[in-house]
């Protein structure tokens, strides 16, 4: 279980200025540190970018790196990947799954990993909802069974195979 922050604590923010500073700077006690390098935009000389930032350090200056913006960033936040979802496997699952990944790479002749077999599974599925939906309903009443009875459990994952089987047969191609 995750710990709470003390109330007290301010929370953590990783573009607080502290933090880039201490980034900037190095380790060691911040009042021991320097002050930080002059932030300046040098007259122009033809090299740099309109508003881009340099640091003063030594008399030199270094080009300051830009950090990309999240309103700056493309497409919807809510699009971004970055959910995570697990399942349990058993070994022999995790072979066969990894295998069958890797027959398809060499089939397709490029470089596959199973993240992307799952998410165009995922793809496949929604593609198909309304006859998965539709086979479901008529399936009935499925009682899931306990996970610490794999005998059941193996029955029940069956016949919502055959439910998905039946469903992707029944959907109209995915163009």
Do not use: C
């Not at 007259?43 to 740099?48: I, M």
């Not at 003063?56 to 970055?82: F, T, V, W, Y």
Request: aromatic share 2%; charged share 30%.
């Amino acid at each position: 279980m995750a710990k709470r922050a003390p109330a007290n604590e301010k929370p953590y923010d990783p573009l607080d200025p502290s933090l880039t500073q201490s980034v900037l700077m190095g380790p060691g006690p911040a009042k021991e540190r320097a002050s930080p390098p002059e932030v300046i935009v040098p007259p122009g000389n033809g090299r740099e970018s309109a508003g881009e930032a340099y640091r003063a350090s030594n008399g030199q200056l270094i080009p300051m790196p830009r950090l990309p913006r999240p309103e700056s960033r493309k497409g919807n936040p809510s699009d971004r990947r970055g959910r995570e979802k697990r399942v349990v496997l058993s070994r022999d699952e995790e072979r066969d799954i990894e295998q069958l990944v890797a027959r398809m790479s060499d089939g397709m002749r490029t470089s596959l990993k199973l993240s992307h077999v799952l998410r165009a599974a995922v793809a496949v599925l929604l593609h198909a909802e309304g006859q998965l939906i539709s086979r479901a309903e008529s399936a009935g009443h499925l009682q899931r069974p306990s996970n610490w009875d794999p005998v059941a459990l193996a029955e029940f994952e069956h016949e919502l195979a055959k439910i998905l089987s039946q469903a992707l047969r029944d959907a109209p191609l995915l163009r």
